[in-house]
């Protein structure tokens, strides 16, 4: 806008573009109560149909529900099982991940390229290390 209308004063360019802003807008019930609204600014009129359609949105999809309490015992017992089955999951995978520090990931099966012996690799070596010191 500033630049398609550098000559108008900013009062003006900004009443354009509150224009184009709803004419732009696809909803046709949006648009017309967003128009209705008359903004002067296009930031009053973007909040103003937002709220709209928020309100409109929600109305249609809470129509139909109504908050219900009920206390039974099969809730109860699911709460119970689920409290359960996430205590034994949560134990299960601490002791997993306990497991996985202790125990080394190495395949007894390698080979170590300096020494020729299994059960370590050559960065491990002792064979290395020894030589190095002498």
């Known amino acids: 806008m500033s630049l398609a209308y550098a000559e108008c004063p900013l009062d003006v360019r900004e009443r354009l ?9 696809r909803d046709e019930d949006t648009q017309h109560s967003t128009r209705l609204m008359d903004a002067k600014d296009l930031k009053s009129s973007l909040a103003y149909s937002m709220k709209y359609e928020t309100a409109r949105t929600v109305s ?6 109504r908050s219900m309490e009920t206390e039974d015992h099969r809730s109860r017992e699911r709460d119970d099982k689920f409290e359960f089955f996430f205590n034994r999951l ?13 125990t080394p990931r190495r395949n007894p099966n390698v080979t170590c390229w300096k020494c020729n012996k299994k059960g370590h690799v050559q960065r491990e070596c002792q064979a290395i290390t020894s030589n190095q010191e002498n």
């Open 60 to 65: 249609k999809t809470s129509r139909h529900v």
């Open 17 to 25: 573009a509150v224009q184009y802003f709803v004419d732009a807008i």
């Open 90 to 102: 949560e134990k299960l995978l601490n002791s997993s991940v306990a497991g996985k520090k202790n």
